[in-house]
């Protein structure tokens, strides 16, 4: 019920993001864009502009969304998102020095995606303890100390290819980190990661209700907790590196979505893993409209938009249920 | 054999040795209290017993069966553990909380099934609860949410119980409630509750058999009112005991400091 109505209102999101633009397009020809072959100027607008974009930018939320239900059920931390664990930080200081040596925009990806990988790496050898050997023992203050302390050490290049970097790439630059679908391409990849991610985790969602009470509890209800958190952190952080690198570090998304339709629907992971991905894709395709759509012809980062309206929203949220 | 079976069991904490080769059976149908001091190892020994440490499942069987032999599922139906602490990072009514403790008993998609929902039910009346059910756990008190957890693990359905501290944080008319539902429980079939516990008097009344501790190594084990004795209780705890009674009621209470024998020392 909860994710008919999150994927009607994705659906229809969707076809908005593909019928407005610079040129207003009729939803009835952007249905028959979609299904005919002419290559007219308005279906080459639809088909190879918008339809990457609004694919992309679904594809991007919907795994953040999931990377962030996923971190806050293994660290137990409501303040968990995607990013905490320093696997932004590794991509943007990547994708920041391809940018800063202008090589072109799929070695950009390509540089997000290597150093996302090498910081979930890096993070899995210090916290081996926690994260693979071991007892199941309540460690995860340790984890988020790990993944915080590498994100910080990112940050810290980040803000230096920042500062030696020339005015004109700057720009670009900053774009990139505040997360941007512009140049969206091939969002297949993305989709193909959220499909996969999806599958890898979806099933495992009763043992993520039992992990919430802790390992040991976990444990004694039957869940190989070892195991698990091993799973949860390689899918989370690998989600949120296929979401990086196709639209840079837009924020906020998988910090808020998981808590809005926990405020709303509840904790069980058996619903929320899958509407944390129709949100977050919802969430991300529609900010990416207002961002495109509310200066034009220019064009804002859609992360702008995503906190601009994700704070107050939390917000509002939030205060509402406080007695 | 039926029960859980202890066979030279050795457990450490670092280097120091909280129990020697400790042999001995938890029977279907008693009801044992694991008493002792601060760090002598209950939750050690508790924890190993429930299978959750992987330092002793060769040293334990359940059923005749070792440990490291049942499946993790199998053994989460035959008995259940309580640990001292639960985590409650999110909200969630003690209804869901107390439900995902049937965990071991979902098939298919991992949905629950009518049956699940009465067992939750069931474990809430139990326990008193049935008016807590939608209540928020992050408003609870420790009180509550022990009593919760309580519930939690006998919704678990499984035969043997291993509670670590399930009084902890109960005031007295509670701990009585909650010790009088697990004695009934024991007792209407051939089930068995382990559980530490710091109230020396509660053990005594309730359990049938006691495990006693001094975190030396020794551990002394036996029906409930040949262990918890005044001298035995007074030397494992490091202080000396002594036995009142009055119209029927018997209490073990530490010696006045003034008569106590270290002092006169």
Known sequence: MIWTVLGLAALAVFVVSLALGSIAVSPLRVMQALASQSTDVIDEIVLSLRLPRALGGFAAGALLGMAGALLQVLLRNPLAEPYVLGVSGGAAAFALAAMLFSLSWWSVDVAAFTGAFLSILLVLGLARRELWRGEPQDTSPRLLLTGAVIAAGWGALITLMLAVAPENRLRGMVFWLTGDLNGVAMPWTALIALAITLVAIVPAAPQLNVLLRGDIAAEALGVRVVRLRLRVYLVASLAAAAAVTTAGTIGFIGLVVPHVLRLAFGNDQRMLLPASALAGGLAVMGADLIARTVIAPAQLPVGVITALIGVPVFLWMLLRRAP | ?265
């Not at chain 2, 959750?52 to 069987?61: E, P, Y």
């Not at chain 2, 509670?174 to 051939?190: F, M, P, R, T």
């Not at chain 2, 009344?205 to 002394?220: P, Q, S, V, W």
């Open chain 2, 1 to 265: 054999m039926n029960g859980l079976q202890v066979t030279d069991l050795t457990l450490r904490a670092g280097s120091r040795v909280l129990i020697a080769d400790l042999t001995q059976t938890f029977a279907p149908g008693d009801m044992w209290c694991v008493a002792g001091p601060n760090g002598a190892g209950k939750t050690t020994l508790i924890a190993a017993m429930a299978g959750v440490s992987k330092t002793a499942l060769n040293a334990i069987s359940l059923d005749g069966k070792a440990l490291s032999a049942w499946g993790a599922s199998e053994l989460a139906r035959r008995r259940a553990l309580m640990p001292q602490a639960s985590h409650d990072a999110f909200s969630a009514t003690v209804f869901d909380t107390v439900m995902l403790n049937r965990f071991p008993h979902l098939t298919g998609w991992g949905w629950e099934s009518e049956a699940d929902r009465a067992a939750a039910h069931a474990a809430l009346d139990m326990l008193g609860l049935t008016e807590f059910a939608s209540r928020d756990v992050l408003s609870l008190s420790g009180g509550e949410r022990q009593r919760v957890a309580l519930a939690a693990t006998l919704c678990q359905d499984a035969p043997l119980l291993l509670l670590d501290e399930p009084l902890a944080h109960l005031d007295v008319h509670h701990q009585i409630d909650c010790l009088e539902a697990l004695s009934g429980w024991v007792g209407s079939k051939q089930r068995s509750v382990i559980f530490s516990c710091h109230d020396l008097n509660l053990a005594r009344r309730f359990a049938t058999h006691a495990l006693l501790l001094d975190g030396a190594g020794h551990a002394y084990a036996g029906l409930v009112r040949d262990v918890l004795t005044p001298e035995r209780a007074g030397a494992a705890f490091g202080y000396p005991l002594t036995l009142i009674q009055q119209d029927g009621h018997e209490a073990l209470v530490p010696v006045m400091r003034s008569t106590s024998p270290y002092i006169s020392l």
